[in-house]
């Protein structure tokens, strides 16, 4: 189940669409892959005063504390069998945090093994004119 929040206080944003895009459909295919079915993946935009703070939660397995230091190097996998098995290079967290970055913004993650996996980023917002 994919649950969304829009924010009409988001307002508009100065970004590249393709490379937001590709951010978005990295962290949502991630959280499809690994999230059971029967469970829920939601999308929240959050604005702040100076950006916008997109979360994408899932309930699903967590990750261990020892790997989330290490999730948006390139080719890192948490689970190196598992992960072979559902695709993927090991690539796409590090492409999001270089995505993100180029536009000014910041990654992050939180889990808790058992209770499912926030990975978060944020996206500057223009100067009020």
Do not use: C, W
């Not at 962290?27 to 079915?37: F, G, I, Q, R, S």
């Not at 790997?67 to 090991?90: I, N």
């Not at 996206?123 to 009020?128: G, I, T, V, Y």
């Amino acid at each position: 189940k994919l649950i969304y929040v829009p924010d009409e206080r988001v307002g508009l944003l100065q970004v590249d669409p393709l490379k937001i895009t590709q951010v978005m459909e990295n962290l949502l295919d991630n959280a499809v892959k690994y999230t059971p079915p029967n469970a829920y993946i939601s999308v929240v935009l959050e604005p702040r005063e100076t950006e916008v703070k997109v979360y994408v939660r899932d309930n699903g397995p967590g990750i261990p504390a020892e790997d989330l230091p290490h999730l948006f190097e390139r080719f890192y996998r948490v689970d190196k069998g598992r992960s072979r098995e559902k695709g993927g290079t090991g690539l796409g967290l590090s492409i999001v945090k270089h995505i993100v970055q180029l536009h000014g913004g910041k990654v992050g993650v939180e889990s808790v093994p058992g209770q499912g996996t926030v990975f978060h980023f944020t996206l500057p917002r223009p100067a009020a004119a």
